[in-house]
């Protein structure tokens, strides 16, 4: 069955840079556009980053513009989040999701907290 | 960009009761919106997909319609596992915006 783990999150200071994982299975990864969206606690959904299945077509939020970086390696089925600067207004729960319009599938979600 | 606005922010109600909650985009976004349903600590789970189409295997109690700028998400018939936040997405324009989520409270 289709099967997304993130990894990757943890404790770092603003300022710092941290890079995710996302971990797939279960599915042709290289049809599939793959989608990065965060929840801060207790708040909503934010849409952050999208790929294409070649990894030649990519998009961010304003808010991560410059400071994020997806990528994907097709070999590997695993999808990326480069994340440089890193704000206290980072501080999220990163999760992956399959699809670019319509998200069936995703992962149970890594923390990132961005404190000193 | 879209802004999403949900309403309302939270309700409660009982089981057996229907209720409906509204996503308003702030400019037309045709039937480009879908709607999930979220328990806590857990990921997202797709409801229903281009404004009224129900996703495979979530429950007939569970509809959506509208087009353009308003929407809604009705649960008819309440159980006690629709206790969650509800959120719409529209993915009309990038970037592909949320509501700022529907908390539901079951009796």
Not at chain 1, 11 to 40: E, H, N
Not at chain 2, 46 to 68: E, K, N, W
Not at chain 2, 78 to 99: I, N, R, V, W
Request: proline share 4%; charged share 15%.
């Amino acid at each position: 069955q289709v099967q997304l783990v993130e990894s990757g999150g943890d404790l770092v200071k603003p300022g710092g840079s941290l890079r995710l994982s996302c971990a797939v299975s279960g599915f042709s990864f290289s049809d599939y556009y793959m989608t990065w969206i965060r929840q801060a606690p207790g708040k909503g959904l934010e849409w952050i980053s999208y790929i294409n299945g070649r990894g030649t077509t990519v998009d961010y939020a304003d808010s991560v513009k410059g400071r994020f970086t997806i990528s994907r390696d097709n070999a590997k089925n695993s999808l990326y989040l480069q994340m440089n600067s890193l704000r206290a207004e980072d501080t999220a729960v990163y999760f992956c999701a399959r699809g670019s319009l319509y998200f069936h599938h995703w992962g149970q979600g890594t923390l990132v907290t961005v404190s000193s | 960009d879209i802004q999403m606005t949900q309403s309302p922010s939270s309700l409660s109600a009982s089981v057996g009761d229907s209720v409906t909650i509204t996503c308003q985009a702030s400019q037309d976004i045709s039937n480009y919106l879908n709607w999930y349903q979220q328990k806590p600590g857990k990921a997202p789970n797709l409801l229903i997909y281009d404004a009224s189409h129900l996703d495979a295997g979530v429950p007939l109690r569970f509809s959506g319609s509208g087009s353009g700028t308003d929407f809604s998400l009705t649960i008819s018939s309440l159980q006690p596992e629709d206790a969650a936040t509800y959120f719409c997405q529209q993915f009309d324009t990038l970037p592909y915006s949320f509501g700022q989520g529907t908390n539901l409270e079951i009796k």
